[in-house]
């Protein structure tokens, strides 16, 4: 895969990927027949990992202003981090071995875009692993907000960047496979 293709490095899929997202465009496809309880439970669920990243930014900013305390702000990590963390893994899992499989099959135009995003999910994995190393370092010093306050600056940062990639990934991930689905049916998915 070359660089410009690489999670970090991505400003979109390339054109050639976007093939079916021209025919049907995000804003059209709620009201589009072939919108179904799969698609919308797998936005739903790119959704949730938006929010919980979202809460974990807002927590460790109150944590940084002083407007949360640690006991509290340590409990908001542990809960939501956690289930960030799990849930992604499985959701992750479940596409690179069941969905992205079935789906590549089913328009050759777009079967490079399935190698991306696996890709993606490996990258993410390092940046996951990062989250949670500085998800614990903020856990193990809740008792001495001096600490904390340094700790929770290098979990902010390490959110950040995660937060991002993930948009990013997400992004793509819907425009790539919303679109199939649309055309070419659920059916083998669910």
């Known amino acids: 895969m070359t660089p410009e293709l690489s999670l970090a490095n991505r400003e ?5 990927l976007q093939v ?18 799969l698609i919308a439970f797998w936005l739903d669920r790119h959704m949730m990992f938006r929010r919980l990243m979202a809460e974990m930014r807002k927590g460790t900013e109150a944590l940084l202003d002083a407007k949360m305390q640690g006991n509290q ?4 990590v542990s809960r ?40 993606d999910h490996h990258d993410l994995d390092a940046h996951l692993s990062n989250f949670v190393t500085r998800a614990n370092e903020v856990i193990g010093v809740i008792g001495d907000r001096t600490r904390l306050q340094t700790a929770a600056g290098g979990f902010q940062a390490e959110l950040a960047k995660l937060e991002v990639l993930l948009d990013r990934h997400l992004i793509d991930e819907e425009d790539l496979i919303v679109p199939v689905i649309l055309r070419y049916g659920a059916e083998g998915l669910g």
Request: glycine share 12%.
């Open 12 to 16: 979109g899929l390339p054109d050639a």
């Open 20 to 37: 079916l997202l021209r025919d049907y465009p995000r804003e059209s496809w709620q009201a589009d027949p072939g919108f179904n309880n």
């Open 73 to 76: 702000f340590g409990g908001m």
């Open 80 to 119: 939501y981090g956690g289930m960030f963390v799990q849930q992604l893994h499985g959701h992750h899992t479940i596409e690179d071995q069941h969905y992205f499989p079935l789906l590549a099959t089913k328009d050759a135009r777009i079967e490079k875009g399935f190698a991306i995003l696996d890709k």
